[in-house]
């Protein structure tokens, strides 16, 4: 089974009546929270749409809208697969600075991950303890993680 996830993960809550006004949903993922973005593979026109490293959703736009979310550090990640291997591509914030380079790999969103304080457990990678794994083309968690807004 194929997927695409385009998301900002962050430690919770995040500000639910931003969240709303943004049209966005958060996701609850213990201690952490998980908000789905839709990344334009176009691209919209506009310095807010500038990327900034080759993920998607990586521009100035995606940092103001972790800041109205009350986000200060932060990963924005990128994963889809087709069956095969897939891709991973991912980076860090604490607030407008990048504190992790944009990478690629299968590493790096683990990675990431990591260093915004998710501890993996029982086993699982960083990626499956919030389960990410559950999430398939910005759809919510299929394992137990329930939205909070949205």
Do not use: W
């Not at 800041?67 to 291997?85: N, Y």
């Amino acid at each position: 089974m194929g997927h695409e996830l385009s998301a900002i993960v962050a430690r919770g809550p995040g500000k639910v009546a931003a969240a709303r006004r943004l049209g966005l949903t958060l996701v609850e993922a213990g201690a952490f929270v998980i908000v789905p973005l839709e990344a334009e593979e176009d691209g919209a026109q506009g310095p807010d749409y500038r990327r900034l490293s080759d993920l998607l959703a990586d521009c100035p736009l995606t940092l103001r809208i972790a800041a109205e979310l009350g986000f200060d550090r932060f990963a924005l990640i990128q994963s889809s697969s087709s069956g095969g291997q897939g891709s991973q591509r991912a980076t860090v914030y604490h607030g407008l600075e990048r504190t992790m380079p944009a990478r690629e790999g299968m590493a790096a969103i683990n990675d990431a991950l990591e260093r915004i304080g998710v501890l993996p457990d029982a086993g699982r990678d960083a990626f499956e303890t919030i389960g990410l794994g559950g999430m398939r083309h910005a759809d919510l968690f299929h394992d137990g993680g329930s939205a909070v807004a949205g």
